[in-house]
Antibody, heavy 118, light 111 residues
Framework: QVQLQESGPRLVKPSETLSLTCAVSGYSMSADYNWGWVRQPPGKGLEWIGSIHHSGRAYYNPSLESRVTISIETSKNQFSLNVMSVTAADTAIYYC???????????WGQGTLVIVST | QSALTQPASVSGSPGQSITISCTGTSSDVGGYDSVSWYQQHPGKAPQLIIHAVSKRPSGVSHRFSASKSGNTASLTISGLQAEDEADYYCCSFAGPSPSYVFGTGTKVIVL
């Protein structure tokens, strides 16, 4: 059974870079598959951030593309998210997900709340 | 890439059926047979309950069914139960490069 676990700083200062890692267990990331990130501001809806193929090719939400980078390390069975120049609007629960064909997320990590504040 | 439109809330009594709509455009819902639905209980991660417009993953109750017509997708919950009280989100592939857009979310209230 595939399991995902997010990790990273829970507090980030405005204008700095938010960095999260997702550890994948129960599945080899060397296989042909996609992985992704979704976020959810407290009390609000879901927003697709982007996804990455095991080959390293990444795709991003056009509204975030200029500030977001997703990378993958298949040898460590993990993938990562960087969001640059964060503001309070980037405060959210960040979920890492598997991305089967045509599906934005399945399965999901438990999510991690990241707060942008001084 | 605008969020898909869902009603803010839908309510029903136990045993009844309710339907949640999800309206997009020809660039997302209407253009691809890749609509999925997620159930999210408070404090929990979303869980996939429908993919490819109307397919249920293994383990998902047969009380959940879904369809699509034009630019609008729909999720129906039959035989409403207390455990169905949650937030529900639709999501559509929004190509051409892999891209997805979520709906605004619907809170289901079991009366």
């Amino acid at each position: 059974q595939v399991q995902l676990q997010e990790s990273g700083p829970r507090l980030v200062k405005p204008s700095e870079t938010l960095s999260l890692t997702c550890a994948v267990s129960g599945y080899s990331m060397s296989a042909d598959y996609n992985w992704g990130w979704v976020r959810q501001p407290p009390g609000k809806g879901l927003e697709w951030i982007g996804s990455i193929h095991h080959s390293g090719r990444a795709y991003y939400n056009p509204s975030l593309e200029s500030r977001v980078t997703i990378s993958i390390e298949t040898s460590k069975n993990q993938f990562s998210l960087n969001v640059m120049s964060v503001t309070a609007a980037d405060t959210a629960i960040y979920y890492c997900t598997g991305v089967p064909n045509g599906v934005a997320g399945d399965p999901w990590g438990q999510g991690t709340l990241v707060i942008v504040s001084t | 890439q605008s969020a898909l439109t869902q009603p803010a809330s839908v309510s029903g009594s136990p045993g009844q059926s309710i339907t949640i709509s999800c309206t997009g455009t020809s660039s997302d819902v209407g253009g691809y047979d890749s609509v999925s639905w997620y159930q999210q209980h408070p404090g929990k991660a979303p869980q996939l309950i429908i993919h490819a417009v109307s397919k249920r993953p293994s383990g998902v109750s047969h009380r959940f069914s879904a369809s699509k017509s034009g630019n609008t997708a729909s999720l129906t919950i039959s035989g409403l139960q207390a455990e169905d009280e949650a937030d529900y989100y639709c999501c559509s592939f929004a190509g051409p490069s892999p891209s997805y857009v979520f709906g605004t979310g619907t809170k289901v209230i079991v009366l």
